[in-house]
């Protein structure tokens, strides 16, 4: 169960310089994804103020460089201590290494027009909160767009948690709200430096099945670029879409 696992021992700076030290070709895959689902959402910048949240924002930050153009305030929410430190670490000035993230956002005219530097702008409306998601019920559509990258999955091996992470995520969504997830296919666990963490196994059926409740408008895409078999994976998922708004929805197993 989630609750059982050591967060705390989760290496940030193992993970990024496994997954996000370089440009990977699934990141670029997910990154035209997701710029061109955003984009396309906010043709200008909204005339009321936009929130965001990165749920499990874990050691990533191109998902909330993803919706810099349009938020007045992002939240980077997560469990681990250490991701947390990593993520405050980073608010200030990021590491060099997120450039080349910002250079794929920037092929979409919303992010390449953006008025200010990335770096002064992220400084200006992110902040890190520590939380657990299962507790965002509390918060139900607080934010006005949102992202959850490989968390769902890749916290948990019960398929009740992580069915409900979704649910977590999406019912902190308001009615509209576009949004993205990404997900690690028949995923079998990972390591995040010396630590090994769980993994729900999850396919394309099983992803479209948690998002269902909540979103009348979703596409689902399994990444070309990651369709080679892989050690401990065999593929990626990325869904977007926009949060429907029937909130009578009883909460499962609520
Ligand atoms: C595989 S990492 C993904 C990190 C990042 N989103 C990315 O795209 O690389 C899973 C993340 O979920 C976080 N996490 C696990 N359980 C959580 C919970 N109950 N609430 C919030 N975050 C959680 C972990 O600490 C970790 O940062």
Redesign the pocket.
Same mark, same amino acid.
């Given at each position: 169960m989630?609750?059982d696992?050591s967060?705390a021992a989760?290496d940030?700076i193992a +993970?990024v310089d496994h997954? +996000?030290r370089d440009l990977q070709a699934e990141d670029a895959e997910i990154l035209s994804i997701i710029r061109d689902h955003f984009g396309d959402h906010f043709p200008r910048r909204a005339g009321r103020p936009v929130t965001g949240i990165?749920?499990?924002?874990?050691?990533?930050l191109?998902?909330a460089l993803a919706m810099l153009p349009w938020c007045d305030e992002i939240t980077l929410?997560?469990? @681990?201590s250490?991701?947390v430190r990593y993520l405050r670490s980073q608010v200030a000035a990021y590491d060099g290494n997120w450039d080349q993230f910002w250079r794929v956002l920037c092929k979409k005219e919303a992010y390449g027009a953006l008025d200010m530097d990335p770096r002064a702008r992220f400084r200006d409306v992110v902040g890190v909160q520590a939380?657990?998601?299962?507790?965002l019920v509390q918060h139900e559509g607080r934010w006005s767009m949102g992202?959850?990258?490989?968390?769902a999955e @890749? $916290?948990?091996s019960s398929r009740a948690e992580f069915d409900r992470?979704v649910e977590c995520f999406l019912r902190a969504l308001a009615p509209g709200a576009p949004f993205a997830a990404?997900f $690690?296919e028949h995923s079998k666990g +990972?390591h995040?430096g010396e630590h090994f963490?769980p993994a729900c196994d999850v396919g394309e059926e099983e992803v479209s099945a948690s998002l269902e409740r909540f979103t009348d408008d979703f596409t689902s895409v399994r990444l070309k670029s990651s369709a080679a078999v892989r050690d401990g994976y065999s593929g990626m998922i990325v869904a977007y879409g926009r949060r429907n708004s029937d909130s009578r929805i009883p909460l499962l197993g609520g």
């Open positions: 989630n609750a696992v967060w989760f940030p +993970y997954n +996000y990165d749920v499990g924002a874990g050691a990533n191109y998902p929410f997560e469990r @681990s250490a991701n939380g657990d998601l299962f507790d992202t959850m990258f490989f968390v @890749s $916290m948990t992470g990404a $690690m +990972y995040a963490f």
